[in-house]
């Protein structure tokens, strides 16, 4: 084929195209939208924090979209932006095809652990360390930390605020997220552990759902102290407790390297 007559075919094709979106668009001048059909996904078994009722009444309320509006008006750019400044979305994705029809779809930020500091504060914590307010409407079946905890909450990421010098002080974040990351992601210890408590002298101990005994963890400087503590946990509980009973012990420490160390309960 002449090269004319290639671009004689690409000059045709290109104004068909053009020549449909300006008669879809006139067709949808005027029609007014309908509600979004609205998709909202979080990792693993989790409370959703967001729902499409609260989703939609929070657009409202910033005009984003209003009764009777038409199609030409809906500000799907602006939109987007607003709802990824929502503490609770990871990511939004919103786009309309041709018609009134259009689309929102959601990533919620997955809660790990929601810490309680020293200052009366209360916040969460999500899967990428990222720290979020509490809310009103909704709370979350996540590991509770509490106790001798410094931290105020940050609108900054946990990562922002390790290699930031200026937001970062006397930080419990990072432990607070390798033990509850850990006990998160394990099947076992997620039904067994129920809250964290922070020692003054910076031990962390935790309270079991079931049984009446404290278990002295102690710091948590990396991932492998926290994996070797949690193993030697683990061990005691299912080689040991069947047989010595869940009430003979007050206390379990697995503070130091190697060892577990008990106290049994006074008679």
């Given at each position: 084929m002449?090269k004319?007559?290639?671009?004689?075919?690409?000059?045709i094709?290109?104004?068909s195209?053009?020549?449909i979106?300006?008669?879809?668009?006139k067709a949808e001048?005027?029609?007014?939208y309908?509600?979004?059909?609205?998709?909202i996904h979080?990792n693993?078994?989790?409370d959703?924090?967001?729902t499409?009722?609260?989703?939609?009444?929070?657009?409202?309320?910033?005009r984003l979209?209003?009764?009777n509006?038409?199609v030409?008006?809906?500000?799907?750019?602006?939109?987007?932006y607003?709802?990824?400044?929502?503490p609770?979305?990871?990511n939004?994705d919103?786009?309309k095809?041709?018609?009134?029809?259009?689309?929102?779809?959601?990533?919620?930020?997955?809660p790990?652990?929601?810490?309680?500091?020293?200052?009366?504060?209360?916040f969460?914590?999500?899967?990428?360390?990222?720290?979020?307010?509490r809310?009103?409407l909704?709370?979350a079946r996540?590991?509770?930390?509490?106790?001798?905890?410094?931290?105020?909450?940050?609108?900054?990421?946990l990562?922002?605020?390790?290699?930031?010098?200026?937001?970062?002080?006397?930080?419990?974040?990072?432990?607070?997220?390798r033990?509850?990351?850990y006990?998160?992601n394990?099947?076992?210890?997620?039904?067994?552990?129920?809250?964290?408590?922070?020692?003054?002298?910076?031990?962390?101990?935790l309270?079991?759902i079931v049984g009446?005994?404290?278990i002295?963890?102690?710091t948590?400087?990396?991932?492998?102290d926290?994996k070797?503590?949690?193993d030697?946990?683990?061990e005691?509980?299912?080689?040991?407790?069947?047989y010595?009973?869940?009430?003979?012990?007050?206390?379990?420490?697995?503070k130091?390297?190697g060892?577990?160390?008990?106290?049994?309960r006074?008679?």
């Open positions: 002449k004319w007559m290639k671009i004689s075919l690409w000059i094709v290109a104004a195209v053009l020549t979106l300006v008669f879809a668009n001048a005027g029609k007014k309908d509600k979004p059909e609205i998709s979080v693993g078994d989790r959703v924090f967001l499409e009722e609260e989703l939609i009444d929070r657009l409202e309320l910033h979209i209003q009764e509006d038409q030409e008006k809906l500000n799907i750019r602006k939109m987007e607003v709802i990824s400044l929502m609770e979305v990871k939004v919103v786009f095809p041709i018609g009134n029809q259009w689309n929102i779809r959601l990533n919620l930020r997955k790990i652990a929601r810490i309680f500091n020293k200052y009366g504060q209360s969460y914590m999500d899967e990428d360390g990222f720290l979020m307010n809310s009103s909704h709370t996540v590991l509770v930390f509490s106790g001798a905890i410094k931290d105020r909450f940050s609108p900054n990421s990562t922002e605020i390790i290699n930031n010098d200026s937001l970062k002080s006397i930080r419990n974040l990072d432990d607070i997220y033990i509850s990351n006990v998160c394990d099947p076992i210890l997620h039904k067994m552990i129920g809250q964290v408590y922070r020692e003054k002298n910076g031990d962390f101990v309270i079991p009446d005994q404290k002295i963890l102690g948590a400087n990396s991932d492998e926290v070797d503590k949690f030697r946990i683990l005691f509980y299912k080689e040991a407790m069947p010595e009973g869940w009430n003979k012990y007050s206390e379990i420490s697995v130091y390297e060892q577990i160390v008990c106290r049994k006074a008679n």
